[in-house]
């Protein structure tokens, strides 16, 4: 069965950092792109970074470049988030999810459980 | 960033049903148009990717058409269990960008 599991989440005051991470299971992963995708408060979904298999293509929405950085190791079937100069409007669940292809592509087709993230002083 | 435009934001409807959202993109995405259902608490499911294609174990009552910048989601006949909020979302440019959800309730 495949699973990802995100964990890593919880309370952090404005400016702090927090990592996040999800462990995979129940398929190659690093045949397939992932991705973390969040989810503010009551709010819609917003992509935030996508990282290919081999970690070649690394990719970042606006709202995070240079202050998030995404990362895997295919030997231990983890990818990670880790998040740095966090903002309030950062708080959201933070979702991992899979790609359907090896090089980013956009097309989300399994998804974690996610895992809360709330900046607050 | 291409703007993904869903409508209607909300809707009512009983069961048996047929019930259609649609999706307007900004620009052009050819076929990259993904539907997601999510149930309250949940983490989003894929149902139909690349605008058509309906995901493996996923029931043949939903389906989605279209191309370009114009797209449809429906529901055959609505069933209880399909209560959720709906979303699409584009992968044909970065930055990957969705819908801004449809809640689907039971009249």
């Known amino acids: 069965e495949v699973q990802l599991v995100e964990s890593g989440g919880g309370l952090v005051k404005p400016g702090g950092s927090l990592r996040l991470s999800c462990a995979v299971s129940?398929?190659?992963?690093?045949?397939?792109?992932m991705n973390w995708v969040r989810q503010a408060p009551g709010k819609g979904l917003e992509w935030v970074s996508s990282?290919?298999?081999?970690?070649?293509?690394?990719y970042y929405a606006d709202s995070v470049k240079g202050r998030f950085i995404i990362s895997r190791d295919n030997a231990k079937n983890s990818l990670d988030l880790q998040m740095n100069s966090l903002r309030a409007e950062d708080t959201a669940v933070y979702y991992c999810?899979?790609?359907?292809?090896?090089?980013?592509?956009?097309?989300?087709?399994?998804w974690g459980q996610g895992t809360m993230v709330t900046v607050s002083s | 960033d291409i703007q993904m435009t869903q409508s209607p934001s909300s809707l009512s409807a009983s069961v048996g049903d047929r019930v259609t959202i649609t999706c307007q993109a900004s620009?052009?995405?050819?076929?990259?148009l993904n539907w997601y259902q999510q149930k309250p608490g949940k983490a989003p499911k894929v149902l139909i990717y690349d605008a058509s294609n309906l995901e493996t174990g996923v029931p043949s009552r939903f389906s989605g058409s279209g191309s370009g910048t114009d797209f449809t989601f429906t529901i055959s006949s609505l069933q209880p269990e399909d209560i959720a909020t709906y979303y699409c979302?584009?992968?044909?440019?970065?930055?990957?960008?969705f819908g801004q959800g449809t809640k689907l309730e039971i009249k």
């Open positions: 999810a899979r790609d359907r292809r090896r090089t980013p592509n956009g097309a989300f087709d399994v």
């Open positions: 620009q052009d995405i050819n076929k990259y």
């Open positions: 979302q584009q992968h044909d440019n970065l930055p990957y960008t």
């Open positions: 990282i290919s298999g081999g970690s070649t293509y690394i």
């Open positions: 129940g398929f190659t992963f690093s045949d397939y792109s």
